[in-house]
C-alpha cells in the first residue's frame, strides 16, 4: 500500500464505517455499516469474557476527590481529563470528571463490595465509553478523545499468585480474541517507563500495521496492591486477618477495528473477517428484463437457506451496473460474493468470489450449498489469518548491531534485540535510534546487550509507534 494513513483515512468513509466531520476534534460518528463490524466485534469479547467475568456498568462520572486520591495514577491522566464544572448556570460544589478510565469509579466500590475472602476473586468488566483530552496527534479510531468501545476489566484477588494467573488468563483471552479477527500480535512486558500509571507492570499487545508502524490494541495491567492501600480494599481472610486485595485491569479500544481494517485492508478495500462483516455473503444478481423475476426469486431462495445456517446474508437488487455492485462489495469486504445470472439459473449453479482471493468457484444450487459456503468461509478465516502472521514474522528483524535499527525500521520492521534491562540503557536506546522500545519479549541468557557491555537479559522490540 502507497500511503497507508491516508488509504486508511479515506476507506473510513468511502466504506460508511466513521465520519469525522463531527465539529469536535477526536469525536467520530459509527455509521450504520462500521457499527454492525463493532457490533460482532464486541459480540466475540464479551462471549470470551462472560465465561468468568461479570458485566457491570458504572457512572461516566468521577468526583475530584476519588480521581485525586491515587497519586501515581492521577499524575499520569491529568493532563487528559475532561471536567464537568457546571450544572446549568451554577458552579458544581466539586468538578466532575468525564472517566479517562475507571479504576477510580470503580474501586471504592470495591473497597464497600469486598469484605471477607469469599467475596474474592471479583472480576468485572464494562464496555463504555471514556474521554481523553489526547494531546497527540488524533487519528480516527486509532487515537480517539471520546473512546466509543472501552472493554474494561477488573479484577481483585486474595494473592499475588492470584493475580499474576489472572494476568494469564487475560493474556489467553485476548490472544483468543484476536486469532478469531486472524489479526497476529506480539506480546511484549512494557519497559517500567511506559507502563500503566499505578501499575506494577503491563502487558501489551502490540500488531504491525501496513507501514510497519506499531499499534497497541490492548492492555494488561497488574496493579499490585497499590489502589488497594488507596482506596482500602481490605478483606477478612480464613485466618481471620484484615488483608488488602491483589488487583488487575485489562483494556481494548475501538483501535481493534483499525487494526482489522489495516491489517486486512488492501488497495482496493476492506476484507473483513467473516466473524464480523456486517454480511458473510452477498448475492448479486444479474438482471436483464427477460428472466428476472425467476433470479431474483432463486436468490430469496438462496438467501433464506444460507441465513437456516447461521449466515449473514444480504441480496443487492439495486438497479445499476453489476460491475459497480462488485466494485462496492469489494470496497466494502464481504467475504463472499454470490453471482447469479439467467444463465446460472438455467444450469442450476451460482458462481462464488472469495474477497481474499480471486478465484470463481461454482456451486451446484442443491442442499450442500450452505456447507459449502461455511467451508469457504473457513477457508477465507483460515487465510487472512495466515497472511497476517506471515506479515508479522516478515516484518520483525533481529539485530546485533544498534546502528541498523534505523535502517531496518524504516524499511517497515519492528527490530529485535538483545538488551540488558537497564532503564539507563533503554532510554539511551530510544534516545540514539529515535524510536520506542515496545518491551521485553522474553528473558535470555546468553550474549551482551545491543547497547553496552552489560551481559543480555532480555529480548526486547522496537518500533516506530503509531
Ligand atoms: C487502561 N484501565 O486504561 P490503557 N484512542 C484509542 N484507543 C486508546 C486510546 C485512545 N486515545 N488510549 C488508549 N487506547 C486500563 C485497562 C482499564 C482498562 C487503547 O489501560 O490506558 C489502547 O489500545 O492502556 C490501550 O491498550 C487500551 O486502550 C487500554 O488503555
Known sequence: MENFDEWFHNILEQANITDSRYPIKGMAIWMPYGFQIRKHTMEIIKKLLDKDHEEVLFPMLIPENELAKEGIHVKGFEDEVYWITKGGQKDLNEPLALRPTSETAIYPMYALWIRSHIDLPKKYYQIVNTFRYETKHTR????????????????????????????????????????????????????????????????????????????????????????????????????????????????????????????????????????????????????????????????????????????????????????????????????????????????????????????????????????????????????????????????????????????????ENVVKFKWCGIEEIGKEIEEKTGYDILGIQEEINEGKCIASDNDAKYMALIAKTY
Not at 511506559?194 to 497497541?216: E, H, R, S
Not at 436483464?288 to 447461521?310: D, H, M, S, W, Y
Not at 444480504?314 to 445499476?320: C, F, G, L
Open 140 to 411: 480516527p479510531l486509532i487515537r480517539v478523545r471520546e473512546i466509543t468501545t472501552f472493554k474494561e476489566a477488573h479484577t481483585a484477588h486474595a494473592t499475588k499468585e492470584e493475580s499474576d494467573v489472572q494476568i494469564n488468563d487475560f493474556i489467553e483471552i485476548y490472544k483468543e480474541f484476536f486469532d478469531e479477527l486472524g489479526i497476529a500480535y506480539l506480546i511484549s512486558k512494557r519497559p517500567e517507563w511506559d507502563k500503566f500509571p499505578g501499575a506494577d507492570y503491563t502487558m501489551a499487545f502490540d500488531v504491525i500495521m501496513p507501514n510497519g508502524k506499531t499499534l497497541q490494541i490492548g492492555t494488561i495491567h497488574n496493579l499490585g496492591q497499590t489502589f488497594a492501600k488507596t482506596f482500602d480494599i481490605k478483606f477478612e481472610d480464613k485466618d481471620g486477618q484484615h488483608k488488602l486485595v491483589y488487583q488487575t485491569c485489562a483494556g481494548l479500544s475501538d483501535r481493534v477495528i483499525a487494526s482489522i481494517i489495516g491489517i486486512h485492508g488492501e488497495e482496493k478495500g476492506l476484507i473483513l473477517p467473516p466473524k464480523v462483516s456486517p454480511n458473510q455473503v452477498t448475492i448479486i444478481p444479474i438482471l436483464f428484463k427477460k428472466g428476472k423475476e425467476e433470479v431474483l426469486a432463486k436468490c430469496g431462495e438462496i438467501k433464506t437457506q444460507l441465513e437456516n445456517k447461521g449466515l449473514r446474508v444480504n441480496i443487492d437488487d439495486r438497479d445499476i451496473r453489476p460491475g459497480k455492485k462488485f466494485f462496492d462489495w469489494e470496497l466494502k469486504g464481504t467475504p463472499i460474493k454470490l453471482e447469479l445470472g439467467p444463465r446460472d439459473l438455467e444450469n442450476n449453479i451460482t458462481i462464488a468470489m472469495r474477497r481474499d482471493e480471486e478465484e470463481k468457484i461454482e456451486i451446484a444450487l442443491d442442499d450442500n450449498l450452505a456447507d459449502k459456503i461455511c467451508e469457504l468461509l473457513d477457508k477465507t478465516s483460515e487465510n487472512l489469518s495466515k497472511s497476517s502472521w506471515n506479515f508479522q514474522n516478515e516484518h520483525v528483524k533481529f539485530t546485533e548491531n544498534i546502528d541498523e535499527i534505523p535502517e531496518l525500521v524504516e524499511s
